[in-house]
């Protein structure tokens, strides 16, 4: 089945600069790759996704890039504030599988003012 | 829009009792919803998917005797947590795919806490 990696576990960056979490993922296959956001005790917010057919998609101060070949992708977060603070999972999944999404271990960001 | 609602969002329970937790897509309709779990500072993993009008399908190492899906109508799935332990004391979110746009989105949780 898929296996979805993430790095770093935890980053720590200073507000206004920019923070990178990077995913790798084994399945070929998967064509779907979604972020979310999680605070402490709430749900997973989706904030930025990208399909197999898309090299890079951008929203405001978040954009995510895509390598097929490497089979990995990306989150950026540009001009960080302290409420993009939270826990930041990157998923991977594939119609065919039911769309079943394979999550990473999640990474904590903390934005220092 | 995808509004997804989940109840109740905290339950403690004694050992040995069962616990149903509901989830529902508010504003459409969700033929296939996800179970999770996770547990304190770890990720989310699937426990089962629930597939309207058909048994749901169970991850390897999840009891479906002890976890218990029904996804009765297409805004409706419910997780039973039979005769719980302590061991079974966690975060549960439920998700719902909106098939218009294949993105699952999530509940607020139910964390139940079994004595």
């Known amino acids: 089945g898929e296996n979805v990696e993430q790095h770093p576990s935890t980053l720590s960056v200073q507000e206004g600069d920019s923070a990178v979490i990077k995913c790798t993922y084994s399945?070929?296959?998967?064509?779907?790759f979604p972020w979310y956001k999680q605070e402490l005790g709430k749900r997973p917010q989706l904030i930025i996704d990208?399909?197999?057919?898309?090299g890079e998609k951008k929203d405001q101060r978040i954009a995510v890039t895509l390598n097929k070949t490497a089979k990995h992708f990306s989150l950026h977060i540009t001009e960080t504030q302290p409420e993009d603070s939270a826990v930041y999972f990157c998923a991977a999944s594939r119609q065919a599988a039911g769309n079943k999404l394979t999550f990473g271990g999640g990474t904590r960001v903390l934005v220092k003012p | 829009g995808a509004v997804v609602s989940q109840h109740p969002s905290r339950v403690i329970c004694k050992s040995g009792t069962s616990v149903k937790i509901e989830c529902r897509s508010l504003?459409?309709?969700?033929?296939?919803m996800f179970w999770y779990r996770q547990f304190p500072k770890q990720s989310l993993m699937l426990m089962a998917t629930?597939?309207?009008?058909?048994?749901?399908?169970?991850e390897q190492g999840v009891e479906k005797d002890k976890f218990l899906i029904n996804h009765a109508s297409l805004t409706l799935s419910t997780l039973t947590v039979t005769s719980a332990h302590p061991e079974d004391s966690s975060f549960y979110i439920c998700?719902?795919?909106?098939?218009?746009?294949?993105?699952?989105?999530f509940g607020p949780g139910t964390r139940l806490t079994v004595l």
């Open positions: 399945d070929s296959a998967s064509n779907y």
């Open positions: 990208i399909r197999s057919n898309v």
């Open positions: 998700s719902a795919l909106a098939g218009f746009t294949d993105t699952q989105y």
């Open positions: 504003d459409f309709q969700a033929t296939t």
């Open positions: 629930s597939n309207e009008g058909s048994k749901a399908t169970y």
